[in-house]
């Protein structure tokens, strides 16, 4: 029993550090801001919830598991909004992106963005 | 330097300090003097500091328990919804040749409410190759890093479930 219980541990961590490594080599690899923003914000989020997950799941004591659960909670509810706020300023300042980029409208406004960041020229 | 306004906001002022304080007795489980003296001086001391940007009692946030139970299915759809993205990205970031097709979307909401827009808003940056750039009102510059996940996004069934949460409020 206390084997399987270290081994889904183990597993837990692994997957964290999986994702983490993921994330930093996403980071290194892809072309421009707005790409590497995805590998941060998301691998991030997930591989520190896994590894929180398995250091609640060993540690004694309710009041470390409530540090430990408000960790995650900030960690999974800042993090988009700091990616948000990253993403946001480098649209605003016309940060480069790769000349592949596409420019998509759902709906009828000719240019996406333009009204909404007051820059002209960011889709060209 | 900014003006500083002076304090008419007691309510507030007291409901900061208690959550501050409340904070504090959760990091620090013992009770001694020297603990309860800086707790009490520091969340006091905080929100004086601070107390321009006060809570302002607006509008009172009532919700039904059937909405609370559907925000929490929500969020369970949203970690399986993180886990799926997860792969897919690694998927992405580990082929020798990615195969990336970036590009900027501008998608529309159906949501009325500043709370769930900002938790949809939110849900799309975790979630399957897409991030929200922009929100002005009901639309929402997204970035896709395919164009498959920029086709998924326009449709996407969680936003169904957040409406439905709204709804469920409203007709009380």
């Known amino acids: 029993m206390t084997f399987l219980f270290d081994l889904i541990i183990s597993f837990l961590l692994w997957a964290g550090l999986f994702f983490l490594f993921v994330g930093t080599i996403g980071l290194i690899r892809l072309p421009d801001l707005y790409t590497r923003m995805h590998a941060t914000s998301k691998c991030d989020t997930l591989g520190t919830g896994l590894i929180l997950l398995a250091v609640i799941l060993q540690v004694p004591g309710y009041n470390e598991i409530i540090k430990l659960v408000?960790?995650?909670?900030f960690i999974w509810t800042i993090n988009p909004v700091v990616a948000h706020i990253m993403g946001h300023t480098a649209y605003l300042r016309g940060e480069h992106h790769t000349p592949s980029t596409?420019?998509?409208?759902?709906?009828d406004t000719p240019y996406p963005g333009k009204e909404m960041s007051g820059k002209e020229d960011v889709h060209a | 330097m900014r003006q500083i306004e002076p304090i008419n906001d007691s309510v507030g002022?007291?409901?900061v300090s208690m959550i501050l304080l409340s904070f504090w007795f959760l990091m620090s489980p013992t009770f001694d003097v020297f603990n309860v003296t800086v707790g009490v001086a520091c969340a006091v001391g905080i929100t004086y500091y601070w107390r321009t940007d006060l809570f302002r009692l607006g509008y009172p946030v009532r919700f039904t328990l059937r909405q609370l139970i559907l925000l929490i299915v929500?969020?369970?759809?949203?970690?399986?919804?993180?886990v799926t993205a997860n792969i897919a990205l690694a998927k992405i970031v580990l082929r020798r040749r990615m195969p990336i097709s970036p590009g900027f979307i501008?998608?529309?909401t159906k949501l009325t409410q500043g709370l769930t827009r900002v938790l949809y808003a939110?849900?799309?940056?975790?979630t399957?190759?897409?991030i929200t750039i922009n929100m002005d009102q009901d639309r929402l510059l997204v970035h896709a890093i395919t164009e498959d996940a920029a086709r998924d996004v326009a449709q996407w069934y969680m936003q169904e479930k957040l409406a439905e949460i709204e709804v469920s409020g409203s007709d009380r």
Not at chain 2, 74 to 82: A, K, Q
């Open chain 1, 70 to 73: 408000l960790l995650g909670v």
């Open chain 1, 102 to 107: 596409f420019f998509k409208d759902c709906y």
């Open chain 2, 74 to 82: 929500y969020l369970f759809h949203l970690v399986y919804n993180v």
């Open chain 2, 122 to 126: 939110n849900s799309i940056t975790l």
């Open chain 2, 128 to 130: 399957p190759g897409t």
């Open chain 2, 106 to 108: 501008l998608v529309r």
């Open chain 2, 13 to 15: 002022f007291w409901l």
